[in-house]
């Protein structure tokens, strides 16, 4: 079965083209590279042996989504396509809800014109804000969005759930935590384009010599260590749950059919034990420092995943110290700047 992959040349994209392809099923890439590179495509032909199904194309464009559709049999689509930069969301609102929302129903009305209905949307556990207690259930109050980016998921999440509720399409969003790591075989992995906002590659570029040292946001919040804490979940992990959801999908086979699951590791640690745990697991001792605050971040948040345990049969397997360890094996195969 052919699955249609959009924004498939990025992070989770690409590492769910490997998931995919390992379930035996034939990923279709589409991706215009705003947030990605070409050279995914080239990692992923070393680990598959063989060239993925690719379309260059843009995510808000009907006529791309008409000619994989017309050229293939596709039996379900993810949906990564988006901009995701949470700073950059809030200078440009426009451009994002475009994006981000267009994209998708673009991309819905032109699934019922083919009669496509299984579909999986990328959401973030953004759309909780911050909790009120943690670990946060599927069922934890939605928070005004603190950025227009979780503004996207929380909306496209309310748009997905009214047109399942009475067109024939088949959906799940999967609440994403915080994906790191890369692929064991470091031939695909995070790859920022310029500063990055996240900790991880903050961290491995740091320890590449990129980055002269990098800075703890805050540490006097109220946690144990004083820093904030989230739930990091190894992109292969989070790759095989898209599988999972996929196939329950198929299982379910009804129409009309739309449910969330939250998507993470059911553990949180802090930006200090992620930083310990690196320099332990890679034997380095990484330079960073301690500045203020970060507006915007929520103190702590990490997922109760038992539903998608007990429904799609789903469970993070791998550890932090497995994900910092692919994280820098990845770093530390590419080439320098
Ligand atoms: C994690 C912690 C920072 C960088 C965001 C989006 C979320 C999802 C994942 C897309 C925080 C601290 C970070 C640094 C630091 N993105 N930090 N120094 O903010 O939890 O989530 O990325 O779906 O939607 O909101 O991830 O990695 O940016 O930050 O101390 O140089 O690391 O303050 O406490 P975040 P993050």
Redesign the pocket.
């Known amino acids: 079965m052919k699955i249609l992959v959009t924004g498939g040349a990025g992070f989770i994209g690409s590492h769910t083209v490997v998931s995919l392809t390992e379930a035996g099923l034939t990923p279709v890439i589409l991706d215009n590279f705003s947030n990605s590179n070409p050279e995914v495509l080239a990692g992923l032909e070393k680990i598959l042996g063989f060239p993925v199904i690719f379309y260059e194309g843009d995510c808000n464009d009907p006529g791309i989504y008409n000619r994989i559709f017309t050229e293939h049999e596709i039996g379900g689509v993810i949906h990564f396509a988006a901009c ?1 930069a ?1 700073g950059e969301s809030m200078e440009r609102p426009l451009m994002y809800y475009r994006n981000n929302l267009g994209s998708l129903m673009t991309l819905l009305t032109v699934m019922e014109q083919h009669q496509i209905r299984n579909l999986i949307f990328s959401s ?1 556990c ?1 759309v909780y804000g911050e909790p009120d207690t943690v670990p946060v259930t599927e069922q934890t109050p939605v928070k005004e969005a603190s950025s227009v ?2 503004n996207t998921k929380q909306i496209g999440e309310e748009i997905l759930r009214d047109v399942a509720s009475v067109m024939p399409f088949s959906i799940i969003s999967l609440r ?1 935590f ?1 994906p790191v790591g890369a692929h064991p075989s470091g031939l695909i992995g995070e790859l920022p384009t310029g500063v990055p ?4 590659p ?1 961290v491995t570029q740091t320890a590449a010599g990129i980055r002269e040292s ?5 540490n006097d919040y109220p946690t144990p260590d004083g820093t ?1 804490i ?1 739930d990091y979940i190894h992109v292969m992990d989070l790759a095989e749950a898209h599988v999972a959801a996929l196939s329950h999908l198929m299982k379910v086979n009804q129409e009309k059919y739309y449910d969330v699951f939250n998507v993470g590791t059911g553990t949180g640690n802090s ?1 200090l034990e992620v930083v310990n745990t690196f320099d332990r697991v890679n034997n380095l001792n990484v330079p960073h420092r301690f500045g203020p605050r ?1 507006s915007g ?2 103190i702590a948040i990490w997922g109760n995943v038992d539903k998608s345990a007990g429904v799609l049969g789903w469970k993070a397997r791998r550890s932090l110290a497995d994900a910092l360890k692919d994280a820098w094996n990845w770093q530390s195969r590419l080439p320098k700047p």
Do not use: A
């Open positions: 995701k949470v973030s953004t980016y979780g994403y915080n906002n996240n900790l991880v903050f990098f800075t703890v946001f805050g904030c989230r930006v970060r971040d929520v």
